[in-house]
């Protein structure tokens, strides 16, 4: 997803994105996602770019779902993202590419562009990965996956009789509280 700067009009410019158009595919190749997590690429929402010099920004909202892997169970589950989105692109000065790191602000708040045209699929990609939990989970109460037999802990296929077997290493600090609790 390609905008070209001159032909943002001057009164801004409106992408409305109904879900049936494939917008991301093109940027997920070339931002890294982490393994098993799958961003679908027909998303939905509403971007505006008012018009300006210099900077441009673009704020607005977009929906999309993620595929990802329970932390606990390794189940692929989906998850949707609804995300606002306000984002501010700043042409990079080729001249004086130093100037850039000398600024006073804080780093992670532009996008640096290059050229006639922005690709905000990039940082789109980039802000619902940023939205995503660090650990995901199928469910809040997902048991995970039973260390003994591999299965899911508490299921049928789990037939391991001590689900409270306390580690070998914490095996002390057990039998002091069995002596300490009355």
């Known amino acids: 997803m390609k905008i070209r700067i001159d032909d943002i009009p001057e009164e801004g410019l409106v992408l409305n994105f109904s879900g049936d158009s494939d917008i991301l595919s093109e ?11 799958i961003i679908d ?20 909202y977009i929906e999309t779902s993620v595929r990802m892997a329970c932390s606990r169970c390794l189940a692929e589950f989906s998850r949707d993202v ?6 501010i692109f700043r042409r990079r000065d080729a001249q004086n590419p130093a100037q850039e790191a000398d600024r006073d602000e804080p780093d992670g708040d532009f996008t640096f562009f290059e050229g006639p045209e922005i690709d905000p699929g990039e940082a789109i990609v980039q802000e619902i990965l940023l939205a995503l939990p660090m ?11 039973c ?7 508490g299921s049928p296929e789990c037939e391991c009789p001590d689900q ?14 069995k002596r300490i609790s009355p």
């Open 41 to 60: 690429p027909y998303m939905k929402g509403r971007l505006q770019i008012p018009a300006g010099s210099g900077e441009l920004f673009m704020i607005g």
């Open 147 to 153: 260390p003994h037999c591999g299965a899911m802990k």
């Open 82 to 87: 609804n995300l606002d989105v306000s984002l």
């Open 135 to 145: 650990k995901a989970l199928c469910r809040e109460d997902c048991p995970g996956l």
């Open 164 to 177: 409270d077997r306390v580690d070998p290493r914490w095996e002390a600090l057990e039998e002091l509280k």
């Open 27 to 37: 940027s997920l190749v070339s931002v890294p996602v982490p393994s098993g997590t």
